[in-house]
Structure formats: C-alpha cells, structure tokens
C-alpha cells in the first residue's frame, strides 16, 4: 500500500524558519511534490524532487531522502501569507500508469 | 491554471439523486484524475484517467463512476447521492513539465 505522514498542524512566528517534515511509503515511487493550499482555494504547485538531495526556490526549499522515505519542505523569513496547508505527495506507477497520492495536508500559522 | 474548469463549482442536492461534474481542459493531457477533500482526510484519489475511454480506481472510488469519451472532458457520477458524498472535489491534469498537477478550481457539494 501508500502512505504518507505529515504533522496535522504547526505554528510559527513572521520572519522565522520553519520545517515542515513527511514521511512515506510507496510502490513505484517517481517523484515528491509540496502544494500550497489556502482556505477555499486550490492547490497550487510549490516544488518537485525525484532525485536526493535540496531543492531551493526562493523563500522554500524542498528535500528528499529516497532511501529513507523523507522530505522536508523549509521556509524561510515567514510571512503572514504563508499562513496555509501544507501538502505533501507523492506520485508512483502503477500497472505503467500514474498515481498522485496526498498526505493530509500541514496546517500552518504564521504569527505576528 | 493550465486550462481546467470544473462545473458546477457550487450544487446542493438530495439523497439518492445522480450528480455529475464536469472537468473540461484546453490542453490536451493525456492524465486527468478527481479527487475529494474533507477536513481530517486531506486529497483522497476517486479516479482517474489516463487516456480516452481509459480510466482506473483511486482509494475511494466506491459509489463513484467515471467517463471520459474525449480528450478535454472527465466526467465525475454519483449514480445515486449520499451525505457521506458531501465534500469539495477537485479536477487535476498532469502537465508535461516536472509532471505536477495542475487543479481545477473545485466543486462544493452538499448532499441533503
């Protein structure tokens, strides 16, 4: 089967950092992604790794260790707007075709 | 938003009525899949298609049937509505690049 764990819910102050960890569990795993949803809204792509290793873009970097089935999406100098969900996926081939499968989504609040 | 639309984006309905939604694209992906959200589950995978008339099962694909006739339509029934169905459902296309979702802009359901 798949699996992914990530925290239901964290809390951190504006201008800080702060690490948001998922674990999974897959067949056929091709690939980890991060989205960003806000309340009401869709989710919108943050960031991509297939390979081990830091993916870093801006304000958010993304890490994965395919060996131990990690990755971490880090953000960096918060700010308000960054106050979201948090979801961690993980797309695997099944029978040659392609599957996305979500973890529960990582509440974040950003405090002024 | 690479091209997606999903309609309606708001239904109210009864129990034991059929409901379908529509996911349109403009861009010619081959991969389409519908997923549900609800507060505690995150993105759960109903279906999904990988080409005309080519669809398979997600995790929660029970009292759900699909179709896709044309490329730029998913449809999404539930032959026969339940409250447990009430929940946003969101349409997804997988572009060509880093071979991330792209999301509609989601349906509110509500079963009566």
């Known amino acids: 089967g798949q699996n992914i764990d990530q925290p239901t819910e964290m809390t951190a102050t504006e201008g800080a950092i702060v690490q948001i960890n998922c674990t999974y569990q897959t067949s056929g795993f091709n690939g980890l992604f991060w989205y960003q949803q806000h309340a009401g809204e869709a989710p919108t792509f943050l960031s991509y790794n297939v390979l081990d290793g830091l993916e870093e873009k801006g304000r958010f970097s993304s890490f994965l260790s395919r060996s131990k089935g990690y990755s971490y999406l880090l953000l960096k100098e918060l700010q308000m707007k960054d106050s979201a969900s948090y979801l961690c996926a993980v797309s695997a081939t099944t029978s040659g075709t392609y599957k996305y499968i979500f973890g529960t989504g990582t509440r974040l609040k950003v405090l002024a | 938003d690479a091209g997606i639309t999903q309609s309606p984006r708001h239904k109210v309905t009864e129990t034991g009525t059929p409901v379908t939604l529509r996911c349109h694209q403009t861009e010619n992906h081959r991969y389409m899949y519908w997923y549900r959200q609800d507060p505690g589950h995150g993105l759960r995978l109903i279906h999904y298609?990988?080409?005309?008339?080519?669809?398979d099962k997600g995790e929660v694909s029970d009292g759900y049937s699909v179709s896709r006739s044309k490329t730029e339509d998913f449809l999404l029934t539930l032959e026969s509505a339940t409250s447990s169905q009430t929940s946003v459902y969101f349409c997804?296309?997988?572009?060509?690049?880093?071979?991330?979702?792209?999301f509609g802009s989601g349906t509110q359901l509500s079963v009566l």
């Open positions: 298609s990988y080409g005309v008339k080519d669809t």
């Open positions: 997804a296309i997988r572009g060509r690049v880093n071979e991330k979702l792209f």
